[in-house]
C-alpha cells in the first residue's frame, strides 16, 4: 500500500482532473462512448493525460492510463474504491444480494467460494475434460472445411467451462438450453447498463427472463442431487456443500449467482482471446512456424497434453499474452469512490466513478515498445514487459484481478496444443479487414470471422517421450534439512494483495509453499536453502497473478 499512500499523500489538496470538452446536455459524452469505448478512452488519453474527467449522463467519470494512475485504481482498498457500486450492471445477471450486489465481506466469502475449482490442483483434473471438448470439436469439424472463428470458440469455450466448472447436467443434459441462456446473460452485459441496467429494453427483457429459467434449472438440479446417494464432486455440488463463515448455507438462487459469476470469469473472457490467438498466427506466419515448431518438439505426433506439458511452452505462452496486450478481453474497469483521493496534485471526489483502460494503457510508446507492432518477444528476457503489473493487465490488477486468468490461459494453451498440430489453417478475407469489434463490451474479432482448415500432414513427426511421464510433486511438503546459519538462503517475499490462492506454486514446489482450505498461502520458510532456488523460481513464474518475488544475495 505504500505506491497508493505516496500518489494519495502528495499533496493534501488538489485540483480537479483536466475535463473533456464537449459533452451534450443530459447525455454527456454517453454517444461517442458507445459508439466506440476503446477509441473514446484512447482520445481522452492522448489529449489530456493519465488522469482526466468527462460525463455520462449526470455522472462524473475520471478515467485514469498509465502504469501510476493505475497504480491507484488497483492497489486502493475496498474502502476507498468500492467495486461493488460500480458493476451494478452485474445485478441483474448474478442476483440481488450476490457477489457485487453484497457487503464486501459477503462478497469476499462468495468469490472464495469460486477458488477451489481454480486451483492448480483442479486444472489437472480439468485438462482431460477441455481435451473432451476440443476432440469433440474436431469431430465435428472433420477433415476440412470453413468456419466462423468467433462462433466455433464462442461454443468450445462455453462446453469447456461448463464441462469443468459446472458439471455433467450443464453439460450434458441442458447444452442447447444453457447455450442459449447464457448468450442472453452475455447481451445483458453492454454500454448502456452501466448507467440504466432495468430499462425495459428487448435485451434485458430476454437476460432476466435467461435469470429466471437458470434459476429453475439449478433448483431442479439441487433436488435431484438431494435424492442421489453418491454424489458428484464438481463445482455445483461444491457449492451446494460449502458455508459462510457463519455457518449458513447458500440458498438456490445465491447458488445460481456464483455459478454464473464462474462462467463469466472462466468463459466470457476465453473466447475472443482465443480467437484472435488463432488470427494473429495467421497474420504473422514466422511467428506460426515457431509456435508450431515448438508444439512439435515438445509433443511430436502422438505425445499426451496434460497440465504439466501445458506448463512450458513460451512461445505460445508469449504470443497469447501478447494477443491479450492487444486485444485485452476487459475495455475498461470501475469502481465507485467512496472517499476523497489524492493523485499527484490532484483531488478525485468521494461519489466520482474512476474508469481503469487495459487496451489504452497496452498501447503507450513509455510502457511498451512499438505499441502497436505485434510482438511475442517483448515478454522474453531482459525485455520483461509483463513484469510491471500496472502496465500490463489484460485481466486487470490487484487482489480483484479476474480469478479465472488462470483457467482461461490453461483453456487457450490446451487449444491450441491440439489444434495447431492437427490443422492447417488460413484466412478467408484480406487480413486488415480481421479488427475487434469495440460495440460489445466483451471484446471479440468483428463477425464474419471467417478461416478454412484442412487435417494437417503430419507423417514426418516422431512420437517423443511424454512430459507427463515426468515425476510429479507429491502434493506434500518435504523435510527440511537441517542447516547451520551460514549456509547460503533466498528469500521468497508474497505480495499478499495480489495473492488469490490458485496454489499454482504449492503444485511446483510443496516443500515451499502450502495453500489452506481458505486459500491463505503459507510459506514454510521464507529464506529456505539454496538448493531449492530453482524450485522457487518456478513457482514464482508458474504464479498467475505474480504475487511471488524471489530476491538471492
Given at each position: 500500500?505504500?505506491?497508493?499512500?505516496?500518489?494519495?499523500?502528495?499533496?493534501?489538496?488538489?485540483?480537479?482532473?483536466?475535463?473533456?470538452?464537449?459533452?451534450?446536455?443530459?447525455?454527456?459524452?454517453?454517444?461517442?462512448?458507445?459508439?466506440?469505448?476503446?477509441?473514446?478512452?484512447?482520445?481522452?488519453?492522448?489529449?489530456?493525460?493519465?488522469?482526466?474527467?468527462?460525463?455520462?449522463?449526470?455522472?462524473?467519470?475520471?478515467?485514469?492510463?498509465?502504469?501510476?494512475?493505475?497504480?491507484?485504481?488497483?492497489?486502493?482498498?475496498?474502502?476507498?474504491?468500492?467495486?461493488?457500486?460500480?458493476?451494478?450492471?452485474?445485478?441483474?445477471?448474478?442476483?440481488?444480494?450476490?457477489?457485487?450486489?453484497?457487503?464486501?465481506?459477503?462478497?469476499?466469502?462468495?468469490?472464495?467460494?469460486?477458488?477451489?475449482?481454480?486451483?492448480?490442483?483442479?486444472?489437472?483434473?480439468?485438462?482431460?475434460?477441455?481435451?473432451?471438448?476440443?476432440?469433440?470439436?474436431?469431430?465435428?469439424?472433420?477433415?476440412?472445411?470453413?468456419?466462423?472463428?468467433?462462433?466455433?470458440?464462442?461454443?468450445?469455450?462455453?462446453?469447456?467451462?461448463?464441462?469443468?466448472?459446472?458439471?455433467?447436467?450443464?453439460?450434458?443434459?441442458?447444452?442447447?438450453?444453457?447455450?442459449?441462456?447464457?448468450?442472453?446473460?452475455?447481451?445483458?452485459?453492454?454500454?448502456?447498463?452501466?448507467?440504466?441496467?432495468?430499462?425495459?429494453?428487448?435485451?434485458?427483457?430476454?437476460?432476466?427472463?435467461?435469470?429466471?429459467?437458470?434459476?429453475?434449472?439449478?433448483?431442479?438440479?439441487?433436488?435431484?442431487?438431494?435424492?442421489?446417494?453418491?454424489?458428484?464432486?464438481?463445482?455445483?455440488?461444491?457449492?451446494?456443500?460449502?458455508?459462510?463463515?457463519?455457518?449458513?448455507?447458500?440458498?438456490?438462487?445465491?447458488?445460481?449467482?456464483?455459478?454464473?459469476?464462474?462462467?463469466?470469469?472462466?468463459?466470457?473472457?476465453?473466447?475472443?482471446?482465443?480467437?484472435?490467438?488463432?488470427?494473429?498466427?495467421?497474420?504473422?506466419?514466422?511467428?506460426?512456424?515457431?509456435?508450431?515448431?515448438?508444439?512439435?518438439?515438445?509433443?511430436?505426433?502422438?505425445?499426451?497434453?496434460?497440465?504439466?506439458?501445458?506448463?512450458?511452452?513460451?512461445?505460445?505462452?508469449?504470443?497469447?499474452?501478447?494477443?491479450?496486450?492487444?486485444?485485452?478481453?476487459?475495455?475498461?474497469?470501475?469502481?465507485?469512490?467512496?472517499?476523497?483521493?489524492?493523485?499527484?496534485?490532484?483531488?478525485?471526489?468521494?461519489?466520482?466513478?474512476?474508469?481503469?483502460?487495459?487496451?489504452?494503457?497496452?498501447?503507450?510508446?513509455?510502457?511498451?515498445?512499438?505499441?502497436?507492432?505485434?510482438?511475442?518477444?517483448?515478454?522474453?528476457?531482459?525485455?520483461?514487459?509483463?513484469?510491471?503489473?500496472?502496465?500490463?493487465?489484460?485481466?486487470?490488477?490487484?487482489?480483484?484481478?479476474?480469478?479465472?486468468?488462470?483457467?482461461?490461459?490453461?483453456?487457450?494453451?490446451?487449444?491450441?496444443a491440439v489444434l495447431l498440430r492437427r490443422y492447417d489453417f488460413e484466412l478467408v478475407d484480406p487480413p486488415q479487414t480481421y479488427v475487434d469489434d469495440y460495440g460489445e463490451m466483451i471484446v471479440q474479432p468483428r463477425s464474419p470471422c471467417r478461416i478454412r482448415y484442412r487435417l494437417r500432414d503430419t507423417s514426418h513427426l516422431k512420437p517423443t517421450a511424454s512430459s507427463a511421464a515426468k515425476p510429479q510433486s507429491s502434493g506434500c511438503p518435504l523435510h527440511?534439512?537441517?542447516?547451520?546459519?551460514?549456509?547460503?538462503?533466498?528469500?521468497?517475499?508474497?505480495?499478499?494483495?495480489?495473492?488469490?490462492?490458485?496454489?499454482?506454486?504449492?503444485?511446483?514446489?510443496?516443500?515451499?509453499?502450502?495453500?489452506?482450505?481458505?486459500?491463505?498461502?503459507?510459506?514454510t520458510d521464507e529464506h529456505p536453502l539454496n538448493q531449492h532456488l530453482e524450485k522457487a523460481k518456478r513457482a514464482a513464474g508458474h504464479c498467475p497473478n505474480q504475487a511471488l518475488r524471489i530476491e538471492t544475495q
Amino acid at each position: 500500500m505504500a505506491d497508493v499512500e505516496a500518489l494519495n499523500n502528495n499533496h493534501l489538496a488538489g485540483k480537479e482532473p483536466p475535463a473533456l470538452k464537449g459533452g451534450l446536455p443530459l447525455l454527456g459524452h454517453m454517444i461517442p462512448f458507445a459508439r466506440n469505448p476503446f477509441l473514446f478512452m484512447k482520445r481522452v488519453s492522448d489529449e489530456l493525460g493519465e488522469i482526466a474527467q468527462f460525463k455520462i449522463f449526470n455522472q462524473r467519470m475520471v478515467l485514469l492510463t498509465g502504469d501510476e494512475a493505475s497504480t491507484l485504481f488497483y492497489r486502493s482498498s475496498d474502502e476507498q474504491l468500492d467495486q461493488s457500486a460500480a458493476y451494478k450492471l452485474m445485478t441483474p445477471i448474478f442476483g440481488e444480494g450476490i457477489v457485487f450486489d453484497a457487503p464486501i465481506d459477503r462478497k469476499n466469502q462468495q468469490l472464495r467460494m469460486l477458488m477451489p475449482a481454480l486451483r492448480g490442483e483442479a486444472m489437472r483434473n480439468h485438462a482431460d475434460k477441455i481435451l473432451i471438448e476440443i476432440e469433440d470439436l474436431s469431430r465435428q469439424w472433420g477433415d476440412a472445411g470453413e468456419v466462423d472463428l468467433v462462433a466455433a470458440m464462442k461454443l468450445l469455450t462455453i462446453n469447456t467451462a461448463s464441462h469443468c466448472l459446472l458439471g455433467r447436467e450443464f453439460r450434458y443434459e441442458l447444452t442447447d438450453e444453457f447455450a442459449a441462456i447464457y448468450h442472453d446473460l452475455e447481451k445483458g452485459v453492454n454500454a448502456l447498463a452501466y448507467s440504466f441496467p432495468n430499462l425495459p429494453l428487448p435485451s434485458f427483457r430476454k437476460r432476466d427472463r435467461a435469470r429466471m429459467r437458470l434459476h429453475e434449472l439449478v433448483r431442479d438440479i439441487v433436488k435431484k442431487r438431494e435424492r442421489q446417494s453418491e454424489k458428484p464432486t464438481d463445482m455445483f455440488q461444491m457449492l451446494i456443500d460449502t458455508r459462510y463463515d457463519d455457518g449458513s448455507e447458500l440458498n438456490t438462487d445465491e447458488i445460481t449467482g456464483i455459478l454464473v459469476a464462474a462462467i463469466f470469469a472462466g468463459h466470457h473472457t476465453s473466447s475472443g482471446t482465443a480467437a484472435w490467438v488463432l488470427l494473429e498466427l495467421l497474420k504473422h506466419p514466422q511467428i506460426l512456424r515457431d509456435v508450431r515448431q515448438e508444439l512439435d518438439e515438445l509433443f511430436g505426433a502422438d505425445d499426451e497434453v496434460t497440465f504439466q506439458s501445458l506448463r512450458e511452452i513460451p512461445k505460445l505462452e508469449n504470443t497469447l499474452k501478447e494477443v491479450l496486450r492487444l486485444h485485452p478481453p476487459l475495455i475498461v474497469l470501475m469502481r465507485q469512490v467512496a472517499e476523497d483521493l489524492q493523485f499527484k496534485n490532484y483531488t478525485i471526489h468521494k461519489g466520482d466513478m474512476v474508469w481503469a483502460s487495459p487496451p489504452v494503457t497496452h498501447r503507450m510508446q513509455h510502457l511498451f515498445d512499438n505499441p502497436e507492432v505485434f510482438d511475442p518477444d517483448r515478454y522474453e528476457q531482459p525485455r520483461s514487459q509483463d513484469k510491471n503489473l500496472m502496465a500490463y493487465q489484460p485481466f486487470g490488477g490487484g487482489k480483484h484481478k479476474c480469478s479465472g486468468n488462470a483457467f482461461a490461459m490453461f483453456q487457450i494453451k490446451a487449444i491450441f496444443a491440439v489444434l495447431l498440430r492437427r490443422y492447417d489453417f488460413e484466412l478467408v478475407d484480406p487480413p486488415q479487414t480481421y479488427v475487434d469489434d469495440y460495440g460489445e463490451m466483451i471484446v471479440q474479432p468483428r463477425s464474419p470471422c471467417r478461416i478454412r482448415y484442412r487435417l494437417r500432414d503430419t507423417s514426418h513427426l516422431k512420437p517423443t517421450a511424454s512430459s507427463a511421464a515426468k515425476p510429479q510433486s507429491s502434493g506434500c511438503p518435504l523435510h527440511q534439512p537441517t542447516a547451520s546459519d551460514n549456509e547460503p538462503r533466498f528469500r521468497i517475499v508474497v505480495d499478499r494483495q495480489l495473492c488469490q490462492g490458485h496454489a499454482m506454486c504449492m503444485g511446483e514446489a510443496p516443500e515451499l509453499f502450502q495453500v489452506d482450505s481458505s486459500g491463505t498461502l503459507h510459506l514454510t520458510d521464507e529464506h529456505p536453502l539454496n538448493q531449492h532456488l530453482e524450485k522457487a523460481k518456478r513457482a514464482a513464474g508458474h504464479c498467475p497473478n505474480q504475487a511471488l518475488r524471489i530476491e538471492t544475495q
